[in-house]
């Protein structure tokens, strides 16, 4: 077999130079047999990256991050948090890598970032390893947020690296490279706010605007605008994990980005019955995660955000203080809007339609669906049967059907496009049945099953005969679902 030559993998440095005091120069540890299991070629191609290459022995070292192109400067960022409202003022990368900073033959600057890569100076009493189940899970379901239109980042590949990881059980180990707009978190903020240094502050505020918000460079008060872009970037990113039924399940500060990208796959997992209480994860004992508590959650993280920005805000505190209120207030009304103009696609009804009607329509029939624990994506879904006059799959759903009936007539007699409806609707989300099914295969060697669910999350919308299984709600024996943070 011949090798193909070593393309250019051109890796910058930008947040190391401008952030070096969040910025550790760090390596990824050996890996015994690094080999690729699952590639985005699509992404690949998206970077400019070749695809054919990345698949072989040079791409897969690249990827584990054991041979590291000319000219990158690995780091371990560091960043603080607050983890379930405690503040931890040192977290940092305790087990991943920035690669360096990759852009696109479109131009955009995106952060290479390995998952999984070896102990850093921030692990902690961690191991720095990530198990082969729990990347392949984010690699998934990331996967399937980006078809699904949710903003996130994306998973390029996930390489196998032949060492074994202890958990409860040995486990095999990997490595995850994930690409995204950039990793700068809430949590980085209060990193830098924490230091005392100002200056740092400041130019992680220009950072954050150059590459995430540049119209905020133009504004009055550029570190303000900032924030409120950050603030309505997250409002319309919780607003779509709402109507979805995604469950982020550990959104922490230093769980939520600058960039209203979606990021850390750890203990997420979608409904399949409507409850907002729904936790899945294994930790959230008081259930603060919850599917409901999310929009609150997302503002009390701005909040935090605001705080460690207010020196930047204005000089006087009581006033920065004041247009922090001020600012934070417009993300209700952001997310309100949001959430209404997905509820009203999702209903397919027509643009003009009042919002105050639209968002009590959608209310109504989520109160509709909670009650007997309805399937909430096929119940969705099943609207555009009954925009077309068959309320028949919908009804099979419910258990008081004389409400839903009242229901779907008051809704009919605003002309529902069924089209709209099954563009807005997905018919397949990465099921917790399935996910966990295709995951337990692949750990012990076989990801025939994950490879499968792979390419019917990617076209979420779109029916496809044979693929009945994947819409479905899981078997009444599947029970109640765990997830789990940090594998
Ligand atoms: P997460 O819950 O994945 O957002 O991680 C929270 C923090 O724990 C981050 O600082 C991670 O780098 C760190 N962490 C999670 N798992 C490990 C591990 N196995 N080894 C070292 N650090 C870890
Ligand atoms: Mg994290």
Redesign the pocket.
């Known amino acids: 077999m011949s090798v193909a030559p070593h393309p250019a993998v051109v890796l910058g440095h930008r947040f190391a130079d401008e952030l070096p005091e969040m910025a550790l120069p760090w390596r990824a540890e050996q890996a015994p047999d690094p080999r690729l299991v699952v590639l985005d070629e699509e992404l690949a191609a998206e970077l400019g990256l070749d695809a054919r290459w990345l698949s072989g022995p040079d791409g897969a070292r690249l990827l584990a991050g054991t041979a590291v192109p000319e000219g990158a400067e690995p780091v371990a960022q560091a960043?603080a948090?607050h983890?379930f409202g405690g503040f931890v003022p040192r977290?940092?990368?305790?087990?991943?890598l920035l690669l360096g900073e990759i852009t696109g033959p479109d131009g955009r600057l995106r952060d290479l970032h390995l998952?999984?890569s070896g102990?850093?100076p921030?692990?902690?009493?961690?191991?720095?390893?990530?198990a082969l189940g729990p990347m392949l899970r984010e690699h998934l379901v990331s996967t399937a947020m980006h078809a699904l239109g949710v903003p996130t980042t994306r998973s390029l590949a996930v390489v196998a690296t032949g060492r074994a990881?202890q958990r409860e059980t040995p486990l095999p180990g990997a490595v995850l490279a994930r690409v995204a707009a950039s990793h700068l978190r809430v949590g980085s903020f209060q990193y830098a706010r924490a230091t005392g240094d100002l200056d740092l502050l400041r130019r992680l505020a220009d950072h954050a605007i150059s590459r995430h918000h540049p119209a905020a460079a133009e504004a009055a008060n550029p570190p303000l605008a900032l924030f409120e872009a950050v603030a309505a970037a997250q409002a319309s990113l919780v607003a779509r994990w709402m109507l979805l039924g995604f469950v982020h399940g550990?959104m922490?500060t230093?769980?939520t980005t600058i960039s209203g990208e979606t990021i850390?796959y750890?203990?997420c997992a979608f409904l399949d019955a409507y409850d907002p209480s729904t936790v899945y994860s294994s930790i959230d004992h008081g259930g603060r995660y919850a599917h409901g508590n999310q929009p609150a959650v997302a503002q009390w993280n701005l909040a935090r955000l605001a705080e460690a920005m207010l020196p930047l805000l204005h000089e006087d505190e009581e006033r920065a203080v004041e247009l922090a209120v001020a600012s934070l207030d417009g993300f209700r009304t952001a997310y309100e809007a949001a959430w209404t103009a997905g509820a009203r696609a999702k209903l397919g009804l027509p643009a003009g339609t009042d919002p105050a009607l639209v968002a009590a329509l959608a209310e109504e029939f989520l109160t509709l669906l909670q009650a007997p624990r309805a399937d909430l994506t096929s119940s969705f879904r099943a609207l555009a049967a009954a925009a077309r006059g068959d309320a028949e799959p919908l009804r099979r759903n419910f258990l008081d059907v004389d409400a839903l009936d009242d229901w779907v007539r008051r809704w009919r007699a605003l002309d529902p496009d069924p089209g709209a409806v099954e563009r807005a609707n997905p018919l397949y989300v990465p099921r917790n049945h399935l996910v966990e099914e295709a995951l337990e295969a692949a750990t012990a060697g076989d990801t025939g099953p994950f490879q499968r669910l792979l390419d019917v999350v990617r076209a979420p919308f779109e029916e496809r005969p044979g693929l009945e299984r994947y819409a479905a709600p899981a078997p009444p024996d599947f029970g109640a679902y765990r997830t789990f943070?940090?594998?």
């Open positions: 960043y948090g983890q977290l940092g990368d305790g087990r991943a998952k999984g102990r850093t921030f692990a902690r009493g961690g191991d720095g390893l990530a990881v550990v922490n230093d769980n850390d750890g203990p943070c940090g594998t």
